[in-house]
């Protein structure tokens, strides 16, 4: 297949450059090579490519950078996607579209599956939400891909910050009251791979399985990396004091790949060991 890539620079972006390119043509824009807020921009660099599909990581991640600049963000995540589908429909392409847990309000008390109703509660979330709602109206040949959490080799993530701020100190406060499921781009991108090879479209989430909370998986971090003598400290989301509203539960089940495909993620925590395994 020959398969397009915006955001390719990025962590799940070359991630998924490196995976999918040892059986498909694979190729990827970034911000260098086509602004993807830029409709002209985009439509061209598309064109030119000639993709069957097109996977669009290129996102505005930053949440509360979002919360304090929401044109940015929905230029981004919202009309950046709204561009690519578009792109994708002039040459009939599929597209597969990268979303959030976040989507979600974080009320629910057990794991959300794909159809229950989103109701994201930043700006961040909101203009995710967004893009996932330009591809469902405007694509007959579309993936989203919710997933939570993401660490990887290829950019900043929170283990890394954990390590090396354990390397600074010798009492860390982590919060303890935000519960999800630490995801390894490197479990989620064969899975990604499998799916697409399916051509079912929909709505589909991917993170590995099992929950924690920061706390806990800060506490994991430092027992897998064998980093003794620092105390890890829980606080509550309120005395950190972010301006964006995070989901105190957004833990994902990956339902629909359980009723057709099969579940293959594994645990966070075999995840996390796996990333850590190999070296830093």
Known sequence: ?????????????TELMHFLSQEHEVSGIDLEEADITDRAQIMEAVAIRTPQLVIHTAAYTDVDGCEQ????????????????????????????????????????KQPYIEFDAPDPQSVYARSKLAGEIFVRSLLRKGFIVRTSWLFGRHGKNFVETILRLAGERNEL???NDQIGSPTFAGDLVPEMARLIATEAYGIYHLSNNGACSWFDYARKILELAHVE???????????LGRPAVRPAYSVLRNYCMELTIGDRMRSWEEGLAAYLALGR
């Open 69 to 108: 600049h929401p044109d940015l963000a929905y230029q981004v995540n919202a009309i950046g996607t709204q561009n690519v589908a578009l792109a994708c429909a002039r040459i009939d392409a599929a597209m597969v579209y990268i979303s959030t847990d976040f989507v979600f309000n974080g009320r629910k």
């Open 1 to 13: 297949m020959k398969i397009l890539i915006t955001g390719h620079k990025g962590m799940l972006g």
């Open 229 to 239: 003598n620092v105390r890890v400290v829980p606080i509550s989301t309120e005395a």
């Open 173 to 175: 406060s982590i919060v």
